[in-house]
């Protein structure tokens, strides 16, 4: 199975502040790749699909980009609601498979 | 809007198995452009694809859990389900369920409901 690596495990920003986050696939996943934020106690939320585009209504702020097995997610400005744990996943073969998560604190 | 709410008992034996039922309101099950799918999350872990459902009977599975994982989807009610058998601990985590995008991404999940497995 495809192993997607996630880092920093933890980032130390404060709010205004531009927050850059990496996902690394164990193989090519092309642009099948998603990003996802979770507040702690609620259901995870869809930001970004196939690599780079944002789903329906998420922020500008928020940007993914990549391709193959490095990936990134970039939040330009971050709100105080930003702060969160984000996943990366893949959909490019079976099994799908998430990364461990980034969690992005004040 | 489309919602989901996943719901079922919140303690399971182990060696028993669990049954998880995910309905589905503002929008039909039958809809062709939607596929569902389930999701879990071990206390302070990370997330775990356990299988998705296409067109009401195409099923995939995690390859860790192929051998105990059933899911199946109720069009006259509205909502799909996961049956999990021969349950240990390893299996307690939130269980979410979402649906599938036409581009088969998660969106939107359910809140999750916590599974602990014990006797």
């Known amino acids: 199975e495809i192993v997607l690596t996630q880092s920093p495990a933890t980032l130390s920003l404060s709010p205004g502040e531009r927050a850059t986050l990496s996902c690394r696939a164990s193989q090519s996943v092309s642009s099948y790749l998603a990003w996802y934020q979770q507040i702690p106690g609620q259901a995870p939320r869809l930001l970004i699909y196939d690599a780079s585009n944002r789903a329906t209504g998420i922020p500008a702020r928020f940007s993914g980009g990549g391709s193959g097995t490095d990936f990134s997610l970039t939040i330009s400005s971050l709100e105080p609601e930003d702060f969160a744990v984000y996943y990366c996943?893949?959909?490019?073969?079976?099994?799908?498979?998430f990364g461990q998560g980034t969690k992005v604190e004040i | 809007q489309l919602q989901l709410q996943e719901s079922g008992p919140g303690l399971v034996k182990p060696s028993e198995t669990l049954s998880l039922t995910c309905s589905v309101s503002g929008g039909s099950i039958r809809d062709s452009n939607y596929y569902w799918g389930w999701i879990r999350q071990p206390p302070g872990k990370g997330l775990e694809w356990i299988g998705s459902?296409?067109?009401?009977?195409?099923?995939y599975y995690n390859p860790s859990l192929r051998s105990r994982v059933t899911i199946s989807v109720d069009t006259s009610k509205n909502h799909f389900s996961l049956r999990l058998t021969s349950v240990t601990a390893a299996d307690t985590a939130v269980y979410f369920c979402?649906?599938?995008?036409?581009?088969?991404?998660?969106?939107?999940w359910g809140l999750g409901t916590l599974v602990t497995v014990s006797s």
């Open positions: 979402a649906r599938l995008t036409i581009l088969n991404w998660f969106d939107p």
């Open positions: 459902i296409y067109n009401n009977r195409d099923t």
């Open positions: 996943q893949h959909r490019n073969n079976w099994p799908w498979t």
